[in-house]
T-cell receptor, first 113, second 115 residues
Framework: GDSVTQMEGPVTLSEEAFLTINCTYT??????LFWYVQYPGEGLQLLLK?????DKGSNKGFEATYRKETTSFHLEKGSVQVSDSAVYFC????????????FGTGTQLKVEL | ETGVTQSPTHLIKTRGQQVTLRCSSQ?????VSWYQQALGQGPQFIFQ???????GRGNFPPRFSGLQFPNYSSELNVNALELDDSALYLC??????????????FGPGTRLTVT
């Protein structure tokens, strides 16, 4: 079946540090890949997406590149801010599988001054 | 444009009881998906409704059921509640048409506690 594996958290960084959150996947078909962010007490917000191999999704300084050869979609940001503190979820959706999203377990990011 | 809304925000029920959660989809969306997010876990797909019919189901027992109404709003019903049903229940709406499926927009969730 389809699955997503994320690095465990919490990840604690100082402001302006470089962020990487690893994500790898297993899919029965050709997936689209997503990163969602969940701020405390809120629902999920789409952060970025990529729909085919070698695509790079980007938003708000965050980037992730769809690597089919390594089945990975790692999230990166060059300089994190305190306001980036949240839980980040990697997810996939398989073409022909309806609109079902398969999520990883989430990685909590804490950014300190 | 109104986003996805869910009610109630919080709910406490006793084991064995039944619960109904509600979701209003975003304007222009015709599909609703429900997810269960246990504490410290990622959301798990329960089922999806499109044009008032169930259109895909995850690994959840039949006591989890749903409805979609002509205005595309939706209900999630859970019978015979168990302690493990305690979770955040997320609703997401999206548009599906002949061109495919589009981005899901999530509501803030309903926090269900079963005691």
């Amino acid at each position: 079946g389809d699955s997503v594996t994320q690095m465990e958290g919490p990840v604690t960084l100082s402001e302006e540090a470089f962020l990487t959150i690893n994500c790898t996947y297993t899919a029965t078909g050709y997936p689209s890949l997503f990163w969602y962010v969940q701020y405390p007490g809120e629902g999920l917000q789409l952060l970025l997406k990529a729909t085919k191999a070698d695509d790079k999704g980007s938003n708000k300084g965050f980037e992730a590149t769809y690597r089919k050869e390594t089945t990975s979609f790692h999230l990166e940001k060059g300089s994190v801010q305190v306001s980036d503190s949240a839980v980040y979820f990697c997810a996939l959706r398989v073409t022909g599988g309806g609109n079902k999203l398969t999520f990883g377990t989430g990685t909590q990011l804490k950014v300190e001054l | 444009e109104t986003g996805v809304t869910q009610s109630p925000t919080h709910l406490i029920k006793t084991r064995g009881q039944q619960v109904t959660l509600r979701c209003s989809s975003q304007s222009g969306h015709n599909t609703v998906s429900w997810y269960q997010q246990a504490l410290g876990q990622g959301p798990q797909f329960i089922f999806q409704y499109y044009r008032e019919e169930e259109n895909g189901r995850g690994n959840f027992p039949p006591r989890f059921s749903g409805l979609q109404f002509p205005n595309y709003s939706s209900e999630l019903n859970v019978n015979a509640l168990e302690l493990d049903d305690s979770a955040l229940y997320l609703c997401a709406s999206s548009l599906e048409n002949a061109r495919g499926s589009y981005e899901q927009y999530f509501g803030p969730g309903t926090r269900l506690t079963v005691t």
